[in-house]
């Protein structure tokens, strides 16, 4: 693809895509092949203007810690010593090795993953994936990060996938202004955007009548946008509030009973467990009050307001369910909006981006690896046989998986690990344990575009180009590739010879697209004449659980048999809880929130953005009083796990008993394996719940004052 | 004619776009000089809280204290629309700052270098000339801003002179109209910040 170089100005339109949930609109101002400006790409109010990070860009692309050839480490995994290498010796040395591993080990000792930064459709999972099938197979994780809690409820209740439940971005501009009470639960849009037309939506509803409530330890800009009312709770006891609110729910009989006779089983199991009658235990809102930190008269008067107001939606963000027990708090959810009759589920509308990027995807052969594995014990009917395989690892224990092997029950012992489009150290629980494992493996190969915490251990590091430097589905490249860095396409295609594959690729970059809009407009054409069914019409077809029914108690889970993931919905304390033994040495619950200027680690080196927010552990005043803690003072955060040393910021914002420390900020150690970038997942615990979901909001933590 | 702005302060969720568009459009680089900042007013104490979020930038008053005080005449007031814009080649830069003195509302802005020339907000009037109007208010996410003659978006909009952390000073006559963010329990201010920070 020729681009024009002159310096006439031209304006290529384009979709932000950072992995924040956003697909926003830009218009790229290009002059002698250089981005000079970036404009929000919409006009009127139905469209998607960026936030800050979409507008910050220009400097993400020219940025001087950019990556822009190949990296061949020379110091110790970790140190980011490294020498430039040609794309010819990087490529070799990978091949050399991949060869070298699956001849020694056997396909499955290689694990990859792909996430979704900066990752879009053709440069994405699949053109790895696509290689690496090709290449005998490989270890692919399972589970979403983000929300595998949301995915399991909704996968065991509704029997389908979280898009045919959440509200997608372009739903929700038309849903939340018919709304006349919305329950925000540890949900927090103004941060988190999951597109800019959430807030925009949020903000028409209100001034349309709408009452908020929020629900979450801290006073988020959410809650300063939106709540007519706060109600902060202690993290990961959200489900026994809204157990409470159920049994307020049914004893006052403000149930739809209608509703559930009609389109759920399991209620009277529920119900049971609900009064009390299967462990003696009423779930009375004076039984939630002392396990939240909630009085049990707001409780009972959020759960008759939930109730009687029609329509209302409870909101429940991914937060919550990335706790100890994270699946309960969707389940819970869920059961909530069934026995009220606000269920919501509809085969139709759901056309966002985010959806499309299921249905459009480079072809590619079945994983060897997988081929002959049985289902996990975990599998959900809606997922393919191939993420539902046992030859997979949870996402979010993949270093537990290199440290254990085989003989920690994975099912392999794992040599070589490709990281593309992640910042895995950083971004997954507990880093030390993450640097033990990684110092372990063979072999490190990351694709990546900063020095990144996990790029520093790697062995080879590819320079991979913005999404601004290539073409993908609705994004035409604005400008070349910067230095020699290339796309995710172009590096698998140039591997694949190196690997003996002849057929990875026989298309470029548009082709791919072209080949995908086709596919697309097939699946479109299906879609318009498939009639759009709603919460009304309910079918088996639209919740494909074994009873086709929305299933309270659910005949999926009870098969699985776990003792920790019960058929219907429980609040069960989490490890690390205040009642933990371990809080008398770590007094205070951390909860690690996403930060308005990052998508998760990314944009965190921008000089455009690092001034807006300082990364600092929030504190309540009485907390930090108690400890001689002034705003701005540095201090220590630690735990068995590790210590990070940032400044306090002192605030009314937060509950007392809950420091928070925004996810992202980049793994900095000192001398001592001190970690001065204020890096949360230093502090958190490297386990799942029990379904599978990402613990981040649930550690215990000290904080004093830093000596220094 | 004078141009200014409409800030809806019940919209603003302290985002920071205006200021990263303003930064990109006017290559202004990150440091001490912010064309627009948002200010954060935290009021109350736990569990009882009220926070809002207030756009701030040069105004173009009706009657400007930065003009008279300049002492080479580098400030001027527009005729044809009232858009206060400054000649950076008559600046006599960071040591003077009598303007950043005479401003209530901190608009002039002064990079780090030793010698620099005074910058601030000047409407796009580059955009204007484009028929767009400025990146802050076509960035806003939600559509919390607006801009153009006064008369008309007090006429549009609202005649509020005033939004929480905002002084209106009727002698100077600052070219912006609110639809205001308003404490009614009247919570004590423990809070204010400004972002980016001014130094």
């Known amino acids: 693809m020729s681009l024009d170089k002159t310096n006439e100005e031209k304006i290529i339109r384009t979709i932000c895509n950072s992995h924040c949930g956003g697909v926003c609109e830009m218009k790229v101002h290009v002059s002698g092949g250089r981005i000079v400006r970036i404009e929000s790409g919409g006009e009127g109010e139905t469209s998607h203007r960026m936030c800050a990070r979409g507008r910050a860009y220009r400097q993400r692309v020219y940025a001087p810690d950019r990556l822009l050839y190949p990296l061949k480490r020379v110091g110790a995994r970790g140190v980011g010593e490294f020498n430039r290498v040609s794309w010819d010796e990087a490529l070799e040395t990978v091949a050399r090795e991949l060869k070298r591993v699956k001849d020694t080990y056997g396909n499955a000792a290689i694990l990859h993953f792909c996430s979704l930064a900066d990752a879009h459709v053709v440069h994405h999972t699949q053109a790895f994936h696509r290689l690496l099938c090709q290449f005998g197979g490989y270890t692919a994780p399972w589970g979403f990060i983000s929300y595998e809690g949301l995915a399991f409820a909704v996968g065991t209740t509704y029997g389908t996938p979280p898009a045919a439940y959440t509200h997608e971005i372009s739903q929700r501009a038309e849903v939340y202004p018919k709304a006349r009470l919305i329950i925000m639960w540890g949900w927090n849009p103004v941060d988190t955007y999951q597109g800019t037309r959430t807030p925009f939506s949020l903000a028409r509803a209100k001034e349309g009548g709408t009452r908020f409530i929020y629900v979450d330890p801290r006073y988020t800009d959410s809650a300063a946008a939106f709540a007519n009312q706060w109600i902060p709770i202690r993290p990961g006891t959200d489900v026994a509030a809204l157990t409470a609110m159920s049994y307020v729910i049914v004893k006052e009989n403000l149930h739809d009973q209608h509703y559930i006779d009609t389109y759920t089983t399991g209620f009277d199991m529920f119900r049971d467990y609900v009064f009390g009658l299967e462990d003696g235990i009423e779930k009375t809102p004076e039984w939630a009050a002392d396990i939240t930190g909630i009085p049990a008269a707001t409780l009972t008067a959020l759960a008759r307001e939930y109730a009687v107001t029609k329509p209302a939606i409870l909101e429940g963000g991914y937060a919550a369910g990335r706790t100890a027990f994270g699946e309960q708090f969707h389940r819970a959810i869920v059961a909530l909006e069934a026995i009220t009759g606000n269920a919501r589920i509809s085969s139709g509308g759901r056309a966002g981006s985010r959806a499309l990027r299921r249905i459009l995807q480079i072809p590619s052969p079945p994983n060897p690896v997988e081929m002959n594995a049985p289902p996990r014990w975990n599998a959900l009917p809606y997922r393919s046989a191939s993420v539902n395989s046992s030859a997979r690892v949870n996402v979010n224990l993949l270093v537990d998986a290199i440290l254990k092997g085989k003989a920690g029950g994975y099912p392999a012992d794992y040599k070589f690990l490709w990281l593309s489009n992640t910042n895995y150290l950083n971004q997954l629980s507990e880093v030390n344990k993450g640097i033990e494992a990684f110092q372990k493996l063979e072999f490190i190969l990351v694709t990546e575009q900063f020095m990144s915490s996990t790029a520093k251990f790697a062995d080879i590091v590819l320079p991979v180009c913005t999404f601004l430097e290539r073409t993908d589905f609705r994004t035409p490249k604005a400008i070349e590739p910067l230095g020699e860095s290339r796309s995710q396409l172009q590096i698998c295609e140039a591997l694949a010879p190196k690997l003996g594959i002849t057929d990875y690729s026989d298309k470029s970059d548009k082709e791919w697209v072209e080949f995908m809009m086709t596919k697309l407009s097939e699946e479109v054409s299906k879609a318009a004449t498939a009639p759009k069914k709603e919460a009304a019409d309910l079918t088996s077809e639209i919740t494909p659980t074994p009873s086709g029914k929305i299933e309270i108690y659910s005949q999926t889970i009870a098969e699985m048999k776990h003792p920790l993931i019960p058929p219907v919905p429980k609040y069960i304390e989490t490890w690390e809880s205040l009642n933990d033994p371990l809080a008398k040495k770590y007094p205070l619950q951390l909860i690690t929130p996403h930060f308005k200027r990052r998508a998760h680690s990314q944009f965190d080196n921008l000089p455009w953005l690092r001034d807006l927010q300082k990364q600092a552990l929030t504190i309540n005043a009485v907390d930090a009083q108690s400890r001689g803690i002034h705003d701005g003072d540095m201090i220590r955060i630690f735990n068995d796990r590790g210590e990070v040393i940032i400044p306090a910021e002192v605030t009314e914002r937060i509950m007392p008993g809950v420091v928070a420390l925004p996810q992202g900020g980049w793994y900095n150690p000192d001398e001592n394996g001190i970690d001065r970038g204020g890096c949360a997942n230093v502090l958190t615990k490297n386990v799942t719940s029990p379904a599978g979901a990402f613990p981040s909001h649930t550690a215990l933590v000290q904080v004093e004052k830093a000596e220094e | ?199």
């Open chain 2, 1 to 199: 004619m004078q141009y200014g702005f409409y800030i809806d302060q019940t919209r603003c969720t302290g985002c920071f776009t205006c200021v990263v568009a303003c930064r990109d459009w006017h290559d202004v680089p990150a440091g001490p000089a912010s064309w627009i900042r948002i200010k954060t007013i935290e009021k109350g104490k736990y569990p009882d809280l009220f926070v809002a979020f207030l756009p701030i930038t040069c105004y173009h008053c009706l009657q400007p204290n930065c003009i008279p005080v300049c002492p080479t005449g580098a400030i001027i007031k527009r005729d044809e629309d009232g858009i206060v814009t400054i000649d950076r080649e008559l600046c006599l830069g960071a040591g003077c700052q009598l303007c950043l003195d005479a401003c209530p509302y901190d608009a002039p802005q002064f990079g780090p270098e030793e010698d620099a020339k005074m910058q601030k907000c000047d409407l796009c009037v580059d955009r204007w000339a484009e028929d767009k109007k400025p990146v802050c208010v076509d960035g806003c996410p939600m559509w919390a801003l607006d801009a153009g003659p006064l008369d008309e978006l007090r006429a549009k909009y609202s005649d509020a002179k005033f939004a929480e952390g905002f002084v209106y000073s009727e002698d100077i006559a600052p070219s912006v109209t609110f639809k205001p963010k308003q404490d009614v329990k009247g919570l004590v201010t423990q809070k204010i910040l400004i972002t980016p920070p001014a130094l």
